[in-house]
Every structure is written in structure tokens, then in C-alpha cells.
């Protein structure tokens, strides 16, 4: 794999405070749980144990399936634009219009204000 | 009659079931299907392309086939008749919730050798709600990941096409045995339909009896729910071989160019979608097993003093609630796939519209018991499902969120798709802000068993989920049909469509606050709400439920007669040319357009129906 | 007869409408739910409080709640559409 770009440059942080936002939601809800915190119901051996482990567990399998994705996502990305380049350089014209179609919802390219949409979508929920 | 008279009846018999099949492979009637203007003739049909030089004519074509279109084709003739049956079923219901007491089941039950009224209904609740979200949401689905999955993802086919073929041929069976109860029911006394609600809870699914009384032997069951159970599981088992066909082929038969930042989002929401089945399928099959020993080997998984009911709910439920977003994922993709191509743009953040729909597949486990908070579980456990359940708010938001912002800077064509996607987006708003409410869990212990969650899901499965299907089958029917449908039915269809479903289910949510408590036949009993202006809801959500009706007649006519003699298009019916917005799918439909015009197909029909 | 529609309508417009019709209906369900809650036989209840401030339960009060609640929160998202669209890239909406 091309790995001469990094993959979790700006952009990619950006596109993923998408996910970040949910896992911001669990945090907060785990920490105001924890009993030295605020924590509204007593301490029970099993029940707070399960109580936070089911916060914890989709927090972090939400964490890893977001790093794989952009990992396989961007790591693409930097592979088609390593080969769009070096296929540019070789012969300019032929390959551009077989590959227009695929590429027209993909490559959207965020801008750096992107943060306020999503901002915007936390007041939605 | 002598041994001899019997063989020579038997190869009597043999002769003339031989010639019936003759007859059926080549009956020109059976119409052979050909996308375009394929040419088709005798025995074996020609198509162009993909692998599938030849296929048998006639209705073995159909029996035979492993071409991912075809079965798409098959999935999708297959819900629509699940539709019929589901929506026949809620139309009787509606129509008995007219007046407080029982009537209409009441004289239809003598007729359907059901006992009484109340059991009808019963058995129709049941119904309508497996068959239409198992039936027809799941296979509806399944319809258009395999027509358009393999063509978006430049694919020859399926990665495994005879377990996608096997996969599909499941599913007869399950429906002949869900509804098996409604077949024998005339016939046995001691048969009825299922009367144990979508959701199978037990004790009721483990001991009810064909009068709808609880068993003291296991001879006096409802053998009708043990088929549904047994029927469930085969649809189980298809969905789960449909799942592993569709990871396998977006992970490895994608086409060189098409690399993980060029899937199309319809592909990603399939992806996702075919791994949350993959991992709560196996949940449903092996709860319904357990109830299918707990009811005919004694076991004791969900009685009381064995592992008891709430198990069940919890083991249920780690399948349901991904079994919600099973179905709404792919409809979501519809949406950002079509959408755009009417607003003359590309998708508004597509990576963000990527990311939450993976973000809504991992924490679709994490939220079941919110469908629990009234059973007295643990409050800190309760704690953390609400939690979980705001949190996954969030992604579905943020698609919301970019429809309308793709809406806002674009150029709006309003084509029936558009309107159904603008529907979809006004519905699931409504839908998903109800929802919201709900797993808030104060809110949820008011309101839970009301209509108000009926006209909550309503809103998303009908409002949404069937909004989105009609946008895609009305967006690809020229792809599949190679001819338009006809506009003005479809305007019709979808105006109907928009006021009945608002109609109804808005009503449900008012009558949710009156207090009126879902799943029963009649309401002279309660002890809540106004009755009158309870009446007055249910009167208003069965006219709705009857607008409903008509439209969709009107919607299945204008498919066929479309089918039969639509004028055919041209290679890009929808000028997505104009606008920048082409797609892989027009493309190849542009090609087959051109194989066939130089393959010189049925060149006549060309000409009179255009 | 096919579907190729040329007439193009601001999505702005579109998105705006939509949101009236959601306002709308939130009045309707507002007057709806005044109607339905003070009913002796139903759930009796005589008045309500936002923020502090107590009013009785009307149909009118409510149609008001409902308009201003759903008015102000969808607004606002409406607004924080409009911003994030001036950064939108593939905008084919010169206005």
C-alpha cells in the first residue's frame, strides 16, 4: 500500500466527527454514571459493572470499526491518487472518462468548516 | 383395480405430467424475460454479457436461474406479493377497529374457521407483522442489492451465485408455512393461525391453543404457530445466506477501480446491512428454536421456573433492534443515491453519510433493551440503553442533515423518485423525532403499549423504509424494464401514498396520548381516553389505511401495464448526463441498449411502443 | 409520455416548504393534543408549564406551544443548514 501520505491528515479527522459525536455522548454518559462523579443509582457488584461495560463495549467497538474504515477508506484514496497521477503522467488522455462515473459521489472533498454541521446535527437529537 | 390397471394409470400419469412440462418450457406466454430488446427465441434465449450466454426458455428460466438480476427480479415479484398479504391483512384489521366492539372479524372467522373475532384479529396482527417485515421489508431489500450491487461494483455476478439462488428459493417455502396457520385452520379445529404477535413472546407462544386459551398438554397447541416458527427460521436461514453472498462480493469482487473510497454509498449501506445480519440472524434462529422445544419437548429455556420470560425478550431483542436498522439502512442508501441525482449535484458529505451508517451498525447492538424498560429491569442497566439509544440518534441525524443541505444548494427536478425521497425525508423526520422521545426512558413508561409506538415504527417503516423502495423501483424500472412508467399514475400514487400514511399513523401518535393500548380488536373495555375522540382517531386512521389501499392498486397496475407496454427509453431516461451525475448502472444499461440495437434484437417492438 | 422533468425549483424553496408544512402540522398536533388532554375521562390534566410559566391546557395554547417549540428548533437547524451549505462544494445553486 502507498503510504507516502498520511492517512489521518485533516480531512480524515474531520469527516470522522461524524462518529466522534456519539462516542463524545457515551463518554459523558459514562462519566455521570460513575458513582464518585455524580452516579444516581447505588453501587451494585454486577449490575454496575454490566451498567458500565454496556456503555464501554459499543464505545469501543465503535472507536476500532471508525479506525479501520478510515484506514481502508483513505488508504485507497491515496492509492487512486497515487495511480490517477502516475496514469496522468504516463498517457494524459485515455483512462479520465471510465473512471468519472464511479468517482462522482466519492470524492467529495470536505471543507475545513465542516465541524458546525455537525455541531448542528447534536442540537437535532 | 388390478396391479396392472395401476401402473398403467401411474405411466398414464407420468405421460401427461411430462407433457404439462413440455408445455410450460416452451409457452410463449411465459413471457421470457429480456431486459431490452434482447433476442429470445425456442428453447434457449441469448443474453448478452456477464456470463449468462444461455439460459432455457420459459419458466424453467426462472426456476433454474443463478443471474443476480433475475433473482433481484425474483426477490422482488416475491415481496410484492408478501405486501399484498400483509396489507390485506391490516385493511381487515382497520376495518374491524371502525367501531368499539367486534364485528367484521367476528363474521369472517366462521368463514376462516377461526373461533372467534378477537383470535382473528389476532392471527392478522401476527401476520402483518412477520410478513411485512420479514417477508416483504428483508426480500424487498434483497430485490435490489442483487439487481444493482454487482453492477454498481463492476462485478460479473454474485460471489457464491448458486447459494444466492438457494438464498432465494427459501423463502416460498417460509411464506407457504408462516401462513400455513390461515390454509389448515378451515379444515381443523385444532389448528389456527398464529395468534402470538410478531414478536412471539412467551409464555403466550409457548402455550396457546387454537382457541387462543393457555394448553395443559402439548397435544392441544396451536400447531399454526409452530409452522410460523418453523417458517421463520427458513427465512432466517435465507437471509443469512444472502448476507455471507453479499460481504463476500463487495470484499472481493469488486472491479479494479473500484477501491474502498469509490464504493457507492448504496453498496456500503448493503455491506453494513449484510453484517448486522450476519450477526443477529443466528440470535433469532436460535431463540426460536428454544421455543419451539420449550413447546413440543418440555424443555424449560422461557418458563417461569426455568430460564424465564425476560431471557426470551433479551435474546429477541439483540436480534430485533438490529433487525430496525437491517431494514432501514439500505432504504437510507436509496435516498442518498437518488436524491442527489435530482438535485443535480453529488451528495452533500458523502464520507459522513458513510461513517454514520457504520456507526449506526455498531451501536444497533448496544441499544435492545429499550424495548424492555417496563419490565422491570435493573434501573442502572436501563440507564445505560438510554445512553446508548440517544447516542445512535446522532448518525441518523447527521444523514437528515445532509439530504436537506444537498437539497438546499441544488436544482430540484421534482420526478415521482424525487417526490418520494422529499416524503421520505419529511416522514423520517417525524418518525425519527417520536422515536427519540421514546428512549427517553420516563416518556417510554407512559407511553409504551400504546399507539403511539405503533405510529412511531409506522412512521419509519411505511413513511420511510416504503417510501425509499417505491423511490428505487420507480428510479431503476427503466433500468430493469427498459421502458417508463406512466407519470401521472405515479403522481397519483405517490400523493396518495404521502396523505394516507400521514393520516394514519398521525392519528395512532394522538391516540397514543388519549392512552389507547395497541395490539387489541376492540376498545368498549378501556378505561382510558375519551372514547368518542378515540373513535373519531380510528375512524380517521382507517380512512387513511383505505387511501393507502387504493394507492398501492393503482402503483401495482401502473407497474404492470408499464411492464407489458411502457414506450421504451433511451439510454439515460432520467438526463443524468446534464447535470454531471451519471452512474455505473446507467452506464451498463447504456451498453446492453447498444449490444442489443447491433445484435439487431426485436427491432419491431422498438418502433410501436415508443 | 416519459419522465424527464426540466423544470427546476430552487432547493432552498423546496427545503423552506417542507419546513412551513412541518410547522403546520406540528399546530395541528398541538391544537390536537389540547383537545385531547383536558378530557375528565381521559387523562385530566388542567395545566402545563414551560420554563416556569403556567397556562392552562387549550387547543389554542397548545397549536401555540407546538408552532414556537417545533418553529424555533427546527429553525435553528435550518439556519445551521444555511451556514454549512455557504462551504459546500458541490452547490449548483448560484443565488
Redesign the interface.
Known sequence: MEQDRTIFDKDTFLDLTVNMIPLFILAFFFVLFLPMVYGPFGWDGTYSLLQIGLILVPFGLLAILTYFSAVAIEGDANETEAREAAEEAAEPETEVDADDSATDEADTVETPTTSEETDAADDEA | MDISGQIVLTALMAVFLFGVVLFLARAADWRTYTPLAGAGSGIVSREGGYGHAEKPAGIFRWLTTVDHKDIGILYGVYAVLAFAWGGIAVIIMRTELITPGIDVTETLSTAMGVSSGQNLYNALLTSHGITMLFLFGTPILAAFSNYLVPLLI?ADDMAFPRINAIAFWMLPPGAVLIWGGFFIAPFFDSIAPSMASWTMYPPQSVSQTAQGGAASTIADLNAGTDLMLLGLHLTGVSATMGAINFIATIFTERGP?????????FSWTILTQSALILFSFPLLGSALVMLLLDRNFATTFFTADGGGTILYQHLFWFFGHPEVYILVLPPMGIISYVL?RF??????????V???T??I???S??VWAHHMFSTGI????R???M??S??????S??K??NW?????????????PMLFC?GF??NF??GGVTG?FLASIPVDLILHDTYYVVGHFHYVIMGAIAFAVFAGVYYWFPLVTGR?????L?KAHFWLTMVGT?LTF?AM??MG???MPRRYATYNLIT????D?IQLLHVLATVGAFILLVAQIIWLWNMVQSYLEG?R?GPD???LEE??????EW?WFDDRLETALTDGGEAEDAETDA | MTETVSDRFRGRRIVVAIYLAVVALAGVFGASVGVLLPVKSGRDIQQASFAGAEFAVTPLNFAIYGVVMVGVTLGVLLLAVRFVSRFDDGSVDEG
Open positions: 463492476d477501480d473500484v477501491g474502498w473510497d469509490k464504493l457507492d454509498i442527489p438535485s443535480g449535484r453529488k451528495l452533500f458529505g458523502f464520507k459522513f458513510v461513517y454514520s457504520l456507526a451498525g455498531v451501536l447492538f448496544g435493573d434501573p442502572r442497566i440507564a445505560s440503553f445512553a446508548v440517544l447516542a445512535i440518534a446522532i448518525p441525524a447527521v437528515t442533515f436537506i443541505t444537498t437539497m438546499w444548494n441544488g436544482k430540484i427536478r421534482l420526478t415521482t422529499i425525508v419529511g423526520i417525524i427519540v417508463m412508467y406512466q407519470v401521472t405515479a400521514n398521525f401518535i394522538l396520548y388519549a392512552g382510558v381516553g375519551p372514547i375522540f414506450p427509453v431516461p432520467w438526463n447535470d454531471g451525475v451519471e452512474s455505473r452506464d
